[in-house]
Every structure is written in structure tokens, then in C-alpha cells.
């Protein structure tokens, strides 16, 4: 019987990067995944600077750069009478970018792979083995085979908020909110984005360009859950109208052309326990939110290192399981939270608050302060540093001093 020391559910960018660690610390590793790659899938495509640093620490930025996906150094967001752009990165990770999942999700797998993880696509699992209420395996089977049993002595769920571990784990789910908005994206030609993010924000609609492999720009405009009724039998058409708010834009993308058809989505927010006895979560699996910042990339990448180490640390004996994986868990919580409740805050695409709108137009013209408000957005600075009332005060501070 084939003993594993970890099999993980998902081979996307939350699970090939967890079995490409652990592989690298010597851990032995079956990663399986339903879809054969490449295979595209839903996502904002986005990687922040904090998620283009993890992939060259992992040594595999120069695959993406060579794919011919281009960089973004400068993030804009229209909020009417002006805009505020900066830069979302730092020296040391200056850029983002935005590339194709079935380039990224593919180098992910190869990566996987070369470290000695064992790969197997087109494998789809139909429960797992628990044994006195321990999780010890899986059952499953590749396309057209037979069903086979592998054991291990955890299991990942990689696999999304959908999670077959999740499911059947059933973890503590807690800072639960509902769905906020409603997004929807394709891919236009014709569009350029010379290396910039574009946002454009309006009360209770707002949409974001952005470059992606192809020579081609992802675009996403969305709406408040509350509107979905009302839109969603002229999606294409609302999503046209809402174009219409920033008419320079407009005119831009009437002049491009659509290469797909819209793929839309609202996603549910919540933080899962991402641990148990035999088993652990990664990615989406323990931890979603809005879609709006586009954080998901990077926040997959972050507890693929955070997990990685955490059950390196109790396969190798230095720690207890239950230690080495609460702090995953807690490190997660400190750094996911602040971002989760901007990005819900965001989400409800309500007009900003007086206190709000002064701050922003205060920020406008600022280079500084405007370099910070991309970082937050791109999850390199934190909000509550940003909207803390010292810095706040500076921010204002230096607006009155320029009149």
C-alpha cells in the first residue's frame, strides 16, 4: 500500500504550490486534480507584487515573464472628478501581473512535478477514508479507470470553496458574510494597457482593466447582489452601460473587440479552521472573499508557504501538529483580515462616506499617498496601516498645505 506523506486535493494555484514545497522538503506527495492541464478556470488572473515575489522566490517568475504576459507598474482608479494612480509595488517586487490561468495553472503543475511531487490529472476523488474519526486517505479514479485507495498521513484540500474535504471535514467557519457583488469578465483585443491597472468607481457599479497573455485585456465590471435579479437577463447590456461611467474608457473599448463570451460569479466570504485530525485547507478551501481586489492569486500562494512549512515542521518532529498548523492558522487570520474587510467594505460599491471622500481627494496629487493607496489594493500595505488616524492625519495634513 502506497503511504504518502501528504495528498493534495487541487492542483491549481493554492495546491501545486503547497506539493511543490513540501516535495522540495523531502516530503513525499501525491497532488490530483479532475482537470487536465492546461485548463483555464475562473479568476480574476491578477497577481499582486506580493504573489509575483513568491514566484521568484520559488524560481519560477521567469516562466511567466517568458509566456509574454506583460508587467503592470502603475494602478489607477477613476473615482470621477479625478484619479488617484500609483505604484503597487516595491523595489524589490516593483510590479504585477495578470496572466492567463492555463499558462499560470500548467507552470504551477510543472513545478510541481520537476520538485518530485507526483501528479495525477484527470483524477477525480469520491470521498475520503476516515478512520476513528481521523482523515487517512482517499478514494478516487483516473478518467475510465478503476477505483483506487491511496492513504497519507494528511490530506490537503486545494480544491476551492467548493472543498470535498471541506464538506466532509465539516471545520469551524467563522467572519461569515454573503455574497457582496456580482462580477463579470472576457477578454477584448485592440484594448492596450500600456503596463497600467484601470478601476473605475462609481456608486453602486464599478469595473477594472487590466493586460493578459495574447495580447489581449481582461475586462470586469459588476453590480451589487442586489441588482442580480434585475440584470441578469441583459448581462452583456448592463455590463455595456456600465462602460458608459467613464465615457474616455468607453470610447477605448468600443473601439476592441470581444474575443469570448462573459463568465460571471459572487463568491460567499468566510474564514474556514484550516486544520483537523489527518487534515489541512489551503487557497479558497479555508479562506474566500471578494473578488474585488483580486486577491485570491497571492492569497493562495501565501498559505501554500504558510502550510507548507507548518506540516514540514510537524512531519520532521520539530513541532506538534496541532502547534505547528494553529500557528498557520493564526498567521493567516493576522494578515488575511484587514484586507478581507476592505475588500468587503469595497464590495457594496455604496458611495463612500464624507470622511472617506475628503480622504481620497486628499490622496489625489499626493504621489505618496497615492503609491499607498495601490499598495493596499495590491495587499502590500495593509489597510489598517493605511487608513490608521496618524497616517490619515499626514495624508490631510499635506493636502491643506498645498492649498
Known amino acids: 500500500m502506497n503511504r504518502y506523506d501528504a495528498i493534495v486535493l487541487g492542483a491549481r ?29 475562473l479568476s480574476t488572473h491578477l497577481v499582486h507584487p506580493p504573489g509575483v515575489a513568491a514566484l521568484d522566490r520559488w524560481g519560477l517568475l521567469d516562466r511567466v515573464v517568458a509566456s509574454g504576459c506583460p508587467p503592470i507598474d502603475t494602478y489607477a482608479f477613476d473615482f470621477g472628478p479625478f484619479t488617484i494612480a500609483g ?25 510541481a512535478a520537476e520538485a518530485g511531487a507526483e501528479v495525477r490529472q484527470a483524477f477525480s476523488v469520491d470521498e475520503l477514508i476516515i478512520d476513528a474519526g481521523r482523515v487517512t486517505g482517499i478514494r478516487g479514479r483516473s478518467r475510465g479507470g478503476a477505483s483506487v485507495t491511496e492513504h497519507a498521513r494528511v490530506v490537503i484540500g486545494a480544491d476551492g470553496r467548493h472543498s470535498l474535504v471541506a464538506k466532509t471535514v465539516e471545520p469551524e467557519q467563522y467572519h461569515e458574510r454573503p455574497p457582496l457583488c456580482y462580477g463579470y469578465y472576457s477578454y477584448w483585443s485592440g484594448l492596450p494597457m500600456n503596463g497600467r491597472f484601470e478601476a473605475c468607481v462609481r ?33 452583456e447590456g448592463n455590463v455595456l452601460k456600465t462602460f458608459e461611467l467613464a465615457p474616455s474608457f468607453a470610447e477605448r473599448i468600443h473601439a476592441a473587440r470581444r474575443e469570448a463570451r462573459l463568465l460571471g460569479t459572487a463568491v460567499p466570504n468566510y474564514f474556514r479552521k484550516p486544520y483537523g485530525a489527518g487534515w489541512a485547507l489551503v487557497g479558497d478551501a479555508g479562506y474566500d472573499k471578494e473578488f474585488i481586489t483580486a486577491q485570491g492569486i497571492q492569497d493562495a500562494f501565501r498559505d501554500a508557504e504558510l502550510c507548507a512549512t ?5 512531519f520532521s518532529g520539530e513541532r506538534g501538529f496541532d502547534a505547528a498548523m494553529g500557528e498557520y492558522q493564526a498567521t493567516r487570520d493576522t494578515q488575511a483580515l484587514p484586507m478581507y474587510e476592505f475588500s468587503c467594505d469595497f464590495a ?21 499617498a ?6 493596499v489594493n495590491a495587499g502590500v500595505m495593509s489597510p489598517a496601516d493605511f487608513f490608521d488616524e496618524a497616517n490619515v492625519a499626514r495624508i490631510v495634513a499635506a493636502a491643506a498645505a498645498r492649498g
Request: glycine share 6%; charged share 20%.
Open 310 to 314: 507548518a506540516l514540514d515542521q510537524a
Open 348 to 368: 457594496r460599491l455604496e458611495p463612500p462616506p464624507p470622511e472617506l471622500q475628503q480622504l481620497l481627494l486628499a490622496v489625489h496629487g499626493n504621489q505618496e
Open 370 to 375: 497615492m503609491d499607498g493607496f495601490a499598495r
Open 13 to 41: 494555484c493554492a495546491g501545486a504550490p503547497t506539493a511543490m514545497l513540501l516535495a522540495r522538503k523531502g516530503c513525499k506527495v501525491l497532488v490530483v486534480d479532475r482537470a487536465s492541464f492546461p485548463s483555464d478556470t
Open 203 to 235: 456608486p453602486h457599479r464599478a469595473f477594472a482593466a487590466w493586460p493578459t497573455n495574447d495580447d489581449l485585456t481582461l475586462v470586469i465590471a459588476g453590480w451589487p447582489t442586489a441588482e442580480f435579479k434585475a440584470n441578469k437577463d441583459d448581462i
Open 87 to 111: 505604484a503597487p509595488g516595491t523595489v524589490a517586487s516593483p510590479v504585477a501581473y495578470g496572466p492567463r490561468r492555463t499558462v499560470l495553472d500548467e507552470l504551477l503543475v510543472e513545478a
